[in-house]
T-cell receptor
Framework: GAGVSQSPRYKVTKRGQDVALRCDPI?????LYWYRQALGQGPEFLTY????????KSGLPNDRFSAERPEGSISTLTIQRTEQRDSAMYRC??????????FGPGTRLTVL | GESVGLHLPTLSVQEGDNSIINCAYS??????FIWYKQESGKGPQFIID?????DKRQGQRVTVLLNKTVKHLSLQIAATQPGDSAVYFC????????????????FGKGTKLSVIP
């Protein structure tokens, strides 16, 4: 069984461009979470979904960040008009109901 | 891969010794705690969890202790091996929804464990 996958693994973009980061959770996992991790820090919660419903987006830094999970499986985190401060590792995790969260390998975003 | 060990507290132990990694959590209402291990270039990997109605839980070579009075969590690794070298994060449940029981996690700062062969 495959784990959580994320694509792309690395993304370099110019300031002002939009980016879309994809997460493919473990099959059958109800919950999907997005985190951001800076170097030397623990993951920081952004948002999460149960099925296709976004349950909590309180961690999204501002309205340039949005996420969707239209069919309750794959999710996309979109950052509009990227800024240099958005550079970080973006991690996705999934879980079956309230059980442990399995993390993906992350997408390293660099905004020039 | 990226390094997650920058600017982190570091614990160095001799191979075969026991390791104790400590964590102070912030939210007295948290009722679920997890320890994660993160190796360089990889995502966090679940090690062990504990609920607030317990003060100790044991796994294979690992033990988690919870002291709610002082909001302190510790991870004990027995007979530490080179493969245990990684950054260790504690995480607390920052809230639970009323539906599927899912939750968001708040992670601590992390401790880098280095095992000396």
């Amino acid at each position: 069984g495959a784990g959580v996958s994320q694509s792309p693994r690395y993304k370099v973009t110019k300031r002002g461009q939009d980016v879309a980061l994809r997460c493919d959770p473990i099959s059958g996992h109800v919950s999907l979470y997005w985190y951001r991790q800076a170097l030397g820090q623990g993951p920081e919660f952004l948002t999460y979904f149960n099925y296709e419903a976004q349950q909590d987006k309180s961690g999204l830094p501002n309205d340039r960040f949005s996420a969707e999970r239209p069919e309750g499986s794959i999710s996309t985190l979109t950052i509009q008009r990227t800024e240099q401060r958005d550079s970080a590792m973006y991690r996705c995790a999934s879980s079956f109901l309230g059980n442990e969260q399995f993390f993906g390998p992350g997408t390293r975003l660099t905004v020039l | 891969g990226e390094s997650v060990g920058l600017h982190l507290p570091t614990l160095s132990v001799q191979e075969g010794d026991n390791s104790i990694i400590n964590c102070a959590y912030s939210n007295s209402a948290s009722d679920y705690f997890i320890w994660y291990k993160q190796e360089s270039g990889k995502g966090p990997q679940f090690i062990i969890d504990i609920r607030s109605n317990m003060d100790k839980r044991q796994g294979q070579r690992v033990t988690v202790l919870l002291n709610k009075t002082v909001k302190h969590l510790s991870l004990q690794i027995a007979a530490t091996q080179p493969g245990d070298s990684a950054v260790y994060f504690c995480a607390e449940n920052a809230g639970r929804d009323s539906g599927a029981g899912s939750y968001q996690l708040t992670f601590g700062k992390g401790t880098k464990l280095s095992v000396i062969p």
